[in-house]
């Protein structure tokens, strides 16, 4: 079975963790919903699940207890959030 790299994993979750957080902020947004949705998405055939939800789980166990917190934030991501 072919296994995604870590580094990929990691920047798919927290894009899809970023834009959950912007969604929950702004639920009447349609940019950011879409966003969020496609982020989702991404993750569901990064990880071979069909669930978002499930997917953010897998990807957190597939990464280990360090999860996310090892790799600098991507501010390019946040900055076209806010336009």
């Known amino acids: 079975m072919l296994l995604p790299s870590k580094a990929e994993v990691t ?3 927290r894009r899809y963790r970023t834009w959950e957080r ?3 902020a702004s639920p009447a947004d349609r940019a950011v919903r879409t966003a969020f949705e496609d ?7 990064l990880m ?5 939800r499930e997917a953010a ?3 957190e166990h597939f990464l280990g207890p360090l999860g996310t917190a090892a790799l600098p934030q991507e501010p390019a991501l946040v900055e076209t959030a806010v336009r």
């Open 11 to 13: 920047r798919q979750l």
């Open 39 to 45: 982020s989702g998405y991404t993750l569901c055939v």
């Open 57 to 59: 789980d897998a990807a």
């Open 22 to 24: 912007m969604m929950l």
């Open 48 to 52: 071979g699940k069909r669930c978002a």
